[in-house]
């Protein structure tokens, strides 16, 4: 059974990753695109992770050899719901049941956070080594 505090270390965590991750996927395609990469990961400051994942599909799959497969795209476009969640109705679903630590709503919730923390966790450090791999190829002076 989770405590609440140990939810709310699980939960930062989760967040962390969904961040990194969407950081990375913006140096990819900023080290892909042509031009000055600063300039590139500047302009996607105010783009959503939507319009970053189809934009880094399209260019990752037109240089022959993608960095990341289409599963893993697949996925990535999934990730954006979980991250919806995880942001904007996690807590909401337990938070205002009295002694919600045991409810069952509560530890349904922590249950789905301990799956999707394990997940993302995995795909943080997979798109991470993506991003140092694009470094290595496009790298640019």
Same mark, same amino acid.
């Given at each position: 059974?989770?405590t609440?505090?140990?939810?709310?270390?699980?939960?930062?965590?989760?967040?962390s990753?969904?961040?990194?991750?969407?950081?990375?996927?913006?140096?990819?395609?900023?080290?892909? !695109?042509k031009?000055? +990469? #600063?300039?590139? /990961?500047?302009?996607?400051d105010?783009?959503?992770?939507? %319009?970053?994942i189809?934009?880094?599909?399209?260019l990752?799959?037109?240089?022959g050899?993608?960095?990341?497969?289409k599963?893993?795209?697949?996925?990535?476009?999934?990730?954006r719901?979980?991250?919806?969640?995880?942001? !904007?109705?996690?807590? +909401? #679903?337990?938070? /205002?049941?009295h002694?919600?630590?045991y409810?069952?709503? %509560?530890?349904?919730?922590?249950?789905?956070?301990?799956?999707?923390?394990?997940h993302i966790?995995?795909?943080?450090?997979?798109?991470?080594?993506?991003?140092?791999?694009?470094?290595?190829v496009f790298?640019?002076?």
């Amino acid at each position: 059974m989770m405590t609440y505090q140990e939810f709310k270390i699980l939960h930062s965590e989760t967040i962390s990753y969904f961040q990194l991750i969407e950081s990375d996927l913006k140096w990819i395609y900023s080290l892909m !695109h042509k031009g000055d +990469i #600063d300039e590139n /990961y500047d302009s996607l400051d105010k783009r959503n992770l939507g %319009f970053v994942i189809r934009e880094l599909k399209e260019l990752d799959f037109s240089s022959g050899t993608p960095f990341i497969s289409k599963n893993d795209y697949n996925f990535l476009n999934q990730m954006r719901e979980k991250r919806n969640y995880w942001c !904007h109705q996690a807590y +909401i #679903d337990f938070i /205002y049941i009295h002694n919600f630590e045991y409810s069952s709503e %509560f530890q349904k919730v922590c249950s789905k956070l301990k799956r999707d923390h394990d997940h993302i966790e995995v795909v943080q450090r997979n798109v991470e080594k993506a991003k140092l791999n694009a470094n290595k190829v496009f790298s640019r002076s």
